[in-house]
Nanobody, 121 residues
């Protein structure tokens, strides 16, 4: 079994900050990329930020310079620091991990349950 627990969502005012975290636990053999996606009502899910196991990062254009992804490999945890929040950042944020189960060779994507972020103007 693999468990992904997200936390840190909530309500913030425009210009404010929030920090999301996502911890992966269970019978894990290895984790490659950990990422955050978001989905606003009526829109497709989009990449917010991603970090590889080697530390390479990739950000969506709309969050560059405002959001920072980080990762604690020992704790199998990924964080998303969100600063200078805007109302258009309002969405459900999903954690994603590309991982392989213990004693298996292949990597598959796993998703968290999502956490709501609401930014008021």
């Amino acid at each position: 079994q693999v468990h992904m627990v997200e936390s840190g969502g909530g309500l913030a005012q425009a210009g404010g900050s929030l920090r999301l975290s996502c911890t992966v636990s269970g019978s894990i053999g290895g984790i490659n990329v950990m990422a955050w996606y978001r989905q606003a009502p009526g829109k497709q899910r989009e990449l917010v930020a991603a970090m590889s196991s080697s530390g390479d990062t990739n950000y969506g254009d709309s969050v560059k310079g405002r959001f920072t992804i980080s990762r604690d490999t020992a704790k199998n945890t990924v964080y998303l620091q969100m600063n200078s929040l805007k109302p258009e950042d309002t969405a459900v944020y999903y954690c994603n991990a590309e991982l392989r189960r213990d004693m298996t060779p292949r990597f598959f994507p796993y998703w968290g349950q999502g956490t709501q972020v609401t930014v008021s103007s």
